[in-house]
């Protein structure tokens, strides 16, 4: 069995802070090692009616870098991010009405977009929105001499061959998102999925850990 | 989606309170909000909380050519960006009335006031010189965004070092941050915005909370007297550098004074404080501790949704320090248990109410008891 | 993940324990919980709770309101706009509340109602597809506790601390009562009104409640001692 072997991977430390914003609807600031993200979610929230929706929320995904010009990279993240979110979130409950994601890079130390992605869930968690499932994003990357390397820092990316991202959702453990750059044979591909599919569940039992801390006492 | 409308009674009741000498957060009137700066890693960022109002600020350079009438000057650029992430009344990419008169008070307090020196930003004249580029986000929303923008602005440009250059014949090499040690931006004086809300003729609330500033600016739709925002630029020697108000024409002159008196001494003591932060960073840099916003992330909390101010407090009280064997005073008479003379009574179904108990007397009869 | 009654539970999670029930009887799916081809599957994050005989529903963390029939709710008057009183409720678009729905109301006499007064209503229509709408009314066209609501204080918070505050399990407004006299009104909107008679006491009884938020039952009686004693100036 494939997973059984990666079942001691170690991820970056996480730590997380909800409802780090007053004013947000949802709001998580997670730091994934020494990648940091705030996210912040509001909705569902009456928006123009030229893009309202009858079927479904309306979901707007901002991604703001830390400084300088907003570029094309920027714009990629946010629709990895809204592809992503628009899995997970029901959003045929809330019809005509528009859920915005706010995302800020505080510092990116390799990993941003997969921190993006995972803070940016537990600030939907935070939010009380209603969703389909959690998400999960693993990261990994392969160097010259073919190696995965999972999570890898800011260094390892910078040397690396290609890297791989996938986003997997909690019920079956199946792909919602995978991005990728640079060159790696189909196996590669293959054995990084099996890998990144394996160490979501650290993710995913790390969401469990957050929630725990404070549903004791909201009842 | 538009901004929540304030109700009559808040108005009423946040007005009453201010002309009784109180504030809602049990602050006195001169009193500002818990102030906190954070640095980044990089240089030249840093988060600065004011009470819950956040701003993340971020200083970037790359060379440029110079304008055509200052061939001698860098350039100095501040860019405002208030997303939905401050409050979800904002609308993302949009520029509004609220976000130009940021941008050109911070504008007017940081490059009208040239308290940055532009020329060493010069590297070669006419050719080259530094662009500094400052990118303020909002991050939340509680009321006095210039003043806790203005404080993260100011140490951002206090905080940031560019890359030191050295010029080898015609050309122009820009060294590495790993290779030289960057250069610190020179600031001649530190000068930072102080929001005072006026209400009535001769109250001046320091550091208005997002209710005051509401409140504040309705009084002044409303046409009665009073009711304005003022905006003191200070520096740390106490000179005024900019002066601005939004609202009502002020009818009594000494408040404008009393203002610049009050913010000469709160401008300096900001100004020690985001002077200590930088250099207790920069030594803790020193020692090659790294420096990172994960820091600002809290797990000691028992649980991560605690609010670190609650917005209606009584004054010098605070609900996290409660210590269970609390030592209160009692009277003796105090310690017989009395039947309440008040019941929760589940009226409608969801709802409950407070009701006087009816076999019990009622409110009217506890004075009664006082004047036997 | 397969979660029990009291577990910790994110979206995407399944209960068997209520599909068993649902075969043998009727069962109720409160908030949070979704049923769909095979299993009842979970939607926010939370606790999931049970009450005898067959409801089931998840505790979660909320700001936001979303209309649901039948509560009663703070709003404030935002338009008077023909016959109807548009009414901001939290929710993504303003309720109508209709002056024919408050108590005694008749097309020439109709209620004194200003733009930015607080009320207290009802939900009478709440679905995902509709506007939502207000009443002042019960079923009997009696206005009970409903209507405007004058002076006092008005605050936001949480859903939760509503619901935590109007359990009746909870001890805050039994210990708050034994203290000072106050008037309060909860809405499930996460507006909470307030009034006592003197401002001071107001804003005491605001910062209980919102302090209540993260506190267990015996911390909050110690806060609620606490603040009486300031109030009655013992403590400084």
Not at chain 1, 167 to 172: K, L, P
Not at chain 2, 134 to 150: Q, R, T, Y
Not at chain 2, 238 to 260: Q, R
Not at chain 3, 81 to 91: P, S
């Amino acid at each position: 069995m494939v997973a059984e072997d990666f079942k001691d991977f170690k991820l970056k430390p996480m730590k997380c802070e909800l409802n780090y914003l007053s004013k947000s609807d949802g709001s998580a600031i997670l730091a994934q090692g020494e990648t940091v993200v705030l996210a912040s979610v509001n909705g569902p929230l009456d928006i123009k009616i030229t893009s309202q929706s009858m079927e479904k929320a309306t979901l707007e995904v901002l991604f703001s870098a830390k400084g300088g010009k907003p570029n094309v990279s920027d714009r990629f993240k946010e629709s990895v991010i809204r592809q992503t979110c628009e899995t997970a979130i029901l959003g045929c409950l809330y019809p005509r009405t528009g859920i915005t994601v706010t995302i800020q890079e505080l510092e990116d130390f390799g990993g941003l977009l997969t921190c993006a992605v995972n803070c940016t869930c537990l600030a939907l968690l935070n939010s009380g929105l209603s969703m389909k499932h959690v998400v999960a994003a693993v990261g990994c990357a392969l160097d010259d001499s073919g190696n995965l390397v999972l999570e890898p820092t800011y260094d390892q990316i910078q040397s690396a061959a290609a890297t791989m991202h996938f986003v997997f959702d909690s019920r079956a453990k199946t792909l919602v998102t995978g991005f990728t750059t640079g060159i790696f044979s189909e196996g590669a591909y293959d054995e990084a999925l099996e890998r990144c599919r394996a160490a979501s569940d650290l993710v995913f039992d790390f969401y469990r850990e957050v929630v725990a801390t404070y549903c004791k006492v909201i009842g | 989606m538009k901004e929540t409308q304030i109700s009559n009674s808040e108005k009423t009741f946040v007005q009453k309170i201010i002309a009784g000498g109180h504030r809602l957060d049990g602050r006195i009137y001169s009193e500002t909000r818990n102030l906190q700066i954070a640095f980044g890693s990089d240089y030249g960022s840093c988060m600065v909380s004011l009470g819950e109002t956040k701003v993340l600020a971020q200083v970037s350079c790359e060379v440029v050519q110079p304008k055509q009438i200052r061939p001698n000057e860098g350039i100095i650029f501040i860019n405002v960006d208030i997303s939905p992430m401050a409050a979800p009344q904002f609308e993302a990419n949009r520029q509004t009335d609220h976000t130009v008169n940021l941008n050109r008070l911070l504008e007017k307090c940081y490059k009208d006031s040239k308290c940055i020196d532009l020329e060493s930003l010069c590297i070669v004249v006419e050719e080259k010189v530094w662009s500094l580029r400052v990118d303020v986000k909002i991050l939340n929303h509680e009321g006095n965004l210039i003043e806790c923008a203005s404080i993260a602005t100011l140490a951002a440009l206090a905080h940031f070092k560019r890359p030191d250059v050295t010029r080898v014949g015609d050309k122009v090499i820009i060294h590495s941050i790993a290779e030289k040690d960057p250069i610190p931006t020179v600031l001649y004086h530190y000068p930072v915005c102080l929001t005072y809300a006026i209400f009535g003729s001769d109250i001046l609330l320091s550091d208005p909370s997002y209710i005051e500033e509401a409140v504040c600016m309705c009084t002044f739709e409303e046409g009665s007297a009073g009711g304005g925002l003022l905006v003191v630029g200070m520096n740390q020697y106490k000179e005024p550098c900019l002066l601005d108000l939004t609202g009502a024409a002020i009818h009594n002159v000494n408040i404008v004074h009393k203002a610049i008196l009050s913010a000469s001494e709160k401008g300096k003591s900001v100004v020690d404080v985001l002077k200590k932060a930088i250099i207790s960073d920069d030594t803790l840099r020193l020692k090659r501790v790294k420096i990172n916003y994960a820091d600002i992330i809290t797990t000691e909390h028992k649980q991560s949704l605690i609010k670190k101010d609650i917005s209606i407090c009584l004054k010098n009280y605070n609900a996290n320090d409660i210590n269970p064997e609390s030592d209160v005073e009692m009277d003796d008479d105090v310690q017989i248990v009395e039947p309440s003379k008040y019941d929760v009574v589940p009226t409608l179904p969801k709802t409950a109410e407070l009701k006087v108990k009816a076999e019990k007397s009622a409110w009217i009869e506890i004075s009664s008891e006082e004047d036997d | 993940m397969k979660v029990k009654i009291g577990d910790v539970v994110l979206p995407g999670d399944y209960c068997d324990e209520i599909t068993a029930d649902g075969v043998k009887s009727k069962v109720v799916l409160g908030p949070g919980l979704r049923k769909e081809v095979d299993h009842v599957y979970i939607m926010k994050a939370g606790v999931l709770r049970k009450r005898n005989p067959n409801t089931f529903w998840v505790d979660s963390y909320q700001k936001r309101y979303v209309p649901s029939r039948s509560e009663n709710v703070i709003g404030i008057v935002v338009q008077k706009a023909g016959d109807l009183y548009r009414v901001d409720i939290g929710g993504s678009c303003t309720a109508a509340l209709s002056y024919l729905s408050f108590e005694g109301a008749t097309k020439k006499n109709r209620p004194e109602v200003q733009i930015g007064d607080v009320i207290y209503a009802k939900m009478l229509v709440a679905s995902k597809d509709m506007e939502p709408e207000l009443v002042c009314v019960d079923s009997h066209g009696k206005k009970g506790r409903l209507g405007v609501l004058n002076d006092g204080f008005v605050f936001k918070c949480s859903l939760n601390l509503i619901r935590k505050i109007l359990n009746p399990i909870c001890p805050l407004l039994e210990s708050l009562k034994n203290e000072w006299p106050f008037e309060l009104a909860a809405g499930m909107n996460g507006r909470i009104w307030i009034k006592a008679n003197t401002m001071r006491e107001t804003i005491a009884v605001g910062y209980a409640i919102l302090g209540a938020e993260y506190l267990s039952d015996d911390e909050i009686k110690t806060m609620c001692t606490n603040i009486a004693s300031i109030l009655a100036g013992h403590v400084s």
